[in-house]
């Protein structure tokens, strides 16, 4: 399928589920935003605990909407359910993509780090009356950004091999975090650009949505969300549809 016939689906999907969608999106974000603000009221240690909360909270998140989508009930907080439920196996599938993300990160780390030395090696030299100096820093600092950028869209390309995972771990339970990476890898090969496309869809409609006072994200995101499970649907063959491939 196409991005149109994805967004078809996606609100032929939410038929007469819109409010509840958007309900789901108001619970998830009050609920969420309340326990990140009490956790960050504890130095430090709140902080650390409200990271970690929030991806199996994200998880649930996207549960939801798969329930959503497939016509199951779905109850208003239960991604705290789904999400808590499987704390876990959400955080040992996020361990999983950064072992396979880690020369990516690797490289964004080297290179901020010979960008920041030659910003601060140049800065220092222009202080010091050292153009020489300055201009080799400056040199370093060149190096460092565009090695920067190289090594940041490296990243963001090789990320979208994983971005099916939360889903597959949602049908697939019983699977190990690394083999649950690798079929998101499977499934993602050949379709990075297809997921990037219909992501960038949604542009207007969210520059649609944010007029007035961002009401319209309460409906946009449970169109996006559904719009996401049909993309992992269709590649998946779980499904009435084709699947997609690479033109």
């Known amino acids: 399928m ?37 956790l960050n009221l504890i130095p430090l240690i709140g902080s650390i605990a409200s990271a970690i909360i ?8 996207t549960a939801t909407f798969m329930k959503l989508k ?5 109850r208003y907080t239960e991604f ?3 999400g808590f439920s499987n704390f876990g196996k959400t955080w040992g599938v996020c361990g999983n993509i950064i072992l396979k993300m880690i020369v990516p ?12 030395f030659g910003i601060g090696g140049s800065a220092a030299s222009i202080f010091s009356n050292s153009a020489s100096s300055s201009a080799g820093f400056g040199g370093i600092a060149i190096i460092g950004f565009i090695g920067y950028i190289a090594a940041l869209i490296y ?5 979208y ?16 975090g690394k083999e649950i990476v690798e079929e998101s890898e499977s499934l993602m090969k050949g379709n990075r650009w297809r997921y990037l496309w219909l992501g960038l869809t949604f542009i207007g409609w969210a520059i649609l949505a944010a007029i007035p006072f961002y ?33």
């Open 2 to 38: 196409i991005s149109s016939q994805i967004r078809a689906n996606a609100r032929q999907a939410l038929t007469g589920k819109w409010g509840k969608g958007a309900l789901l999106v108001l619970c998830f974000g009050v609920i969420s935003f309340g326990i990140s603000f009490i």
């Open 161 to 176: 091999l994983y971005s099916l995972s939360y889903y597959i771990l949602f049908d697939n339970p019983n699977k190990t």
């Open 215 to 247: 009401i319209g994200f309460f409906w946009l995101v449970p169109y996006i969300q559904v719009a996401m499970v049909c993309f992992y649907e269709d590649l998946a063959n779980k499904s009435d549809s084709n699947p997609i491939v690479e033109e």
């Open 54 to 61: 929030s991806l199996p909270l994200s998880f649930g998140f």
């Open 105 to 116: 990160i690797i490289l964004v780390v080297v290179f901020i780090f010979i960008l920041g």
């Open 155 to 159: 990243a963001v390309v090789k990320g």
């Open 70 to 74: 497939r016509g199951e009930d779905v």
């Open 80 to 82: 705290l359910d789904i």
